[in-house]
């Protein structure tokens, strides 16, 4: 069982973002760009979003991006990062039913393992939707964990101190044979306050993931190890370019 709007709110940026370096995600953005070849100006969707931290250096690239994410809190954080600039825009939407005509934007970003939370149903029908609503020959960009990473870097349990001098605390399961992976996030207060939040997440292989966006609609596929164009390995997450 999980509890997304949960995980997905002050909880969020009180663990995963606080250990997130804005440096990072800015070095990140420009090489999305380079990876799916966008040209100035570009029409791109970033969903999830989250707190803008790929939206809003792609937008000061000069792409006109939009934000989705279901979590308002999230929204609003991306919000105040990113001030009074025309772009991003920002828009709270379910990527299974996004809130977009067909055919509007030139590219589709859907990174830092953000498929799996939904079952191989709701996945399905995501990469359905970003396939609608981008242009002929507009391309998709997932970035993931892959299951044989994984597998060969699973800790049962492991835990991180944030900023704050607060604790993540997260202990974990896999089933290898349905590739879900099941996680209990904790938050740990410096005053000993516990906040935990179960959540479940499906880890595709290269190969059945690739077939899924195949099977939505998406005829050309790159699979790379990172965002620089290294080939994937068991060393090194899942990126898929497709169009």
Known sequence: MSDWDTVFDELYLRTY???QKPEDAEAQAEAVARLA?????????DCPCGYGRHTIPLARAG????????SEVLLEEARRRAGEAEWPKWVRADYRELPFEDASFDCCLNLFSSLGYWGEEGDRQALLEFRRVLRPGGRLVVETMHRDRLV???R?????ELPD????VERRSFDHAEGVIETMHMLVEPDGTRKSVPYRLRLYTATELGRMVREAGFEDLAYYGDYEGAPVTVETRLVIVAS
């Open 165 to 168: 001098g607060a604790l993540l």
């Open 37 to 45: 070849g966008l040209e100035p100006g570009a029409n791109v969707l």
């Open 156 to 160: 049962p349990e492991n835990w991180e």
């Open 152 to 154: 060969r870097i699973f």
């Open 63 to 70: 792409h006109h991006v939009v934000g989705a994410d279901r």
């Open 17 to 19: 973002a606080s250990l």
